[in-house]
Every structure is written in C-alpha cells, then in structure tokens.
C-alpha cells in the first residue's frame, strides 16, 4: 500500500489519518496504476464534506450556484497543470 509496502502503523505521522486510510482501502481498488486517480477523488470528497461542514456554502440557491462555479473552476485549474 505505501512505499515498500509497509503498513500505515509504521508511519506515527500518519496515525491521525488511519480510519480515513482504512475508509480508502475499503471502499476503492488501489492498484500502482490507479492510486493518482484513488487519492485525488478521496481527497476531493473529503474536502467536500469539509466545505459542506463549514458552512462555507449554503444550502440555498446561491450557495449551491457559488459551490458549483468553485468545483469548475478547481476543475478548469486541474486541467491546467
């Protein structure tokens, strides 16, 4: 799974990280050729469930519309790099 194939519980760096690092391993098939694609879409979730949980964005219609152009723009800057 990581570098070497050792497990998160020899990293203490990352203990902080390991139910989240479990939900990963659970819920994707992690492959040498996919984990780009597995961590940027785990990672987008998660900091979608961080804005939802902020509030940053309402959950009217301005706050969705507001919440969509920033996903297409953090799209449209992806795809510039």
């Known amino acids: 799974m990581f570098v070497r194939k050792k497990e998160i519980i ?3 760096e ?6 989240w690092y479990n ?7 992690i492959e040498k050729q996919t ?4 961590l ?5 979730q998660k900091y979608v ?4 949980d902020a509030g940053v964005f309402k959950m009217d219609e301005a706050g969705i519309d507001a919440f969509i152009s ?5 799209k449209e800057d992806e795809k510039n790099d």
Do not use: C, R, S
Request: hydrophobic share 35%; no cysteine.
């Open 49 to 52: 469930e961080v804005l939802e």
């Open 40 to 44: 940027k879409t785990a990672l987008t």
């Open 23 to 29: 939900e990963i391993k659970e819920n994707y098939q």
């Open 14 to 19: 990352l203990q902080k990280h390991k139910l």
């Open 70 to 74: 920033f996903v297409e723009q953090l």
């Open 35 to 38: 984990i780009d694609d597995v």
């Open 10 to 12: 020899q990293y203490p």
